[in-house]
């Protein structure tokens, strides 16, 4: 039996080799030299856009997982504040940590259960993947670029799939080894709340219940809609700032690689991944791989940025949880 510890650095391995080897993937045919001359070519105001909307785009996301929740508006600051800190997990954590810490931080804030924010995430995340699909698919069916998305979304589920092989080879009584690794996670995470997990999973399937009468309604639909938009706009506007003549397409394109990748477990701020997918996706339009790689970084700084600043205090002590 594998314990906690070394599953964890199990996991930690797993995502570092696949950002390790599409990093490679990325940067082997690739001039250092001209993906400096790209960095230097970005123009300054475009790149303040793209700041300026990325913060938005994460704001706007707080606003979404708030209405999933059913919490007032009072309660605003509260999940903007463990949204941004999420996402400076994502930056400087690895396997998508990010959605716990902000599950958790959520929960401190408010003083309460982690079943609420959890049960919210989940249908928060349920959104992002029902636009990611629709958007994929209209792209895939509609576009002369489905050869390239279905390569893309072939290699991530390669992936995936060497994964669970890797894991079922390794492991024998695969389901009862993650049962019981997930009852061992949830008794470590709730142990700070005196609450029992039979009791913390009876109360995480009535805040799903709850959580169905809230999630279907116009104003979340079109908040579902004004984060694509934005989304949209933030590559656009990084497409700008480095001069990029690319059709209206090109960046929606763009994201769906970026949001397709960042499926994947991975190293902190999904290095390598978006490398790879920028390149793929902007290769279509004739775009220096060298070129691809510094928008794709480009993004990461800015995400790391905008989410460092934002969650102030916060930002502090996830340092020092670390240390």
């Keep these: ?13 797993t995502g570092f080799l696949i950002s390790g080897v599409l990093l490679w993937l990325a940067l082997r045919n690739i001039d250092i030299a001209h993906v400096w001359q790209a960095f230097a070519s970005v123009k300054l105001t475009p790149l303040l856009l793209c700041i ?33 800190l999420g996402v400076l997990a994502n930056m400087i954590l690895p396997a998508r940590a ?11 804030l408010r003083r309460t259960s982690v079943a609420g924010p959890l049960a919210g995430a989940v249908v928060d995340r349920l959104f992002d ?4 699909f629709a958007i994929g698919t209209v792209i895939y069916l509609l576009y002369p670029v489905g050869a390239l998305l279905a390569k893309w979304l072939l290699a991530i589920a390669v ?3 060497s994964i669970v092989g890797l894991v079922a080879f390794r492991v024998s009584k695969i389901y009862e080894l993650l049962r019981e690794q997930l009852l061992r996670l949830l008794r ?28 279907v309604r116009a104003e979340l639909l079109l908040i579902v809609l004004g984060i694509l938009a934005l989304d949209y706009a933030i590559f656009a506007s ?23 990748g960042s499926i994947l477990p991975s190293a902190p701020g999904y290095v390598g991944v978006y490398q790879v997918a920028a390149i793929w996706s902007l290769s279509l339009y004739q775009v220096p791989a060298a070129t691809a790689v510094a928008l794709a970084t480009v993004f990461q700084i800015v995400m790391l940025l905008v989410a460092l600043v934002a969650s102030g205090p916060g930002a502090l002590q996830l ?4 240390q």
């Design 1 to 13: 039996m594998i314990g906690t510890g070394r599953k964890r650095h199990i996991a930690l391995i």
């Design 52 to 84: 300026a909307l990325v913060f938005c785009g994460i704001l706007l996301r707080s606003v979404r997982w708030r209405i999933i929740l059913g919490l007032p508006l009072s309660e605003q600051v509260h999940v903007s504040r463990a949204t941004f």
């Design 98 to 108: 990010g959605e716990f810490v902000r599950v958790i931080t959520l929960a401190r």
């Design 129 to 132: 993947m029902l636009v990611l």
């Design 159 to 161: 992936i995936f799939a």
């Design 188 to 215: 470590r995470m709730l142990s700070k709340w005196s609450i029992s997990v039979e009791t913390f999973l009876v109360e995480l399937k009535r805040e799903f219940v709850q959580l169905s009468r809230n999630s």
């Design 238 to 260: 990084l497409m700008l700032a480095f001069g990029l003549p690319v059709p209206m397409l090109a960046p929606l394109l763009v994201w769906v690689f970026f949001a397709a």
């Design 319 to 322: 340092f020092n949880n670390r």
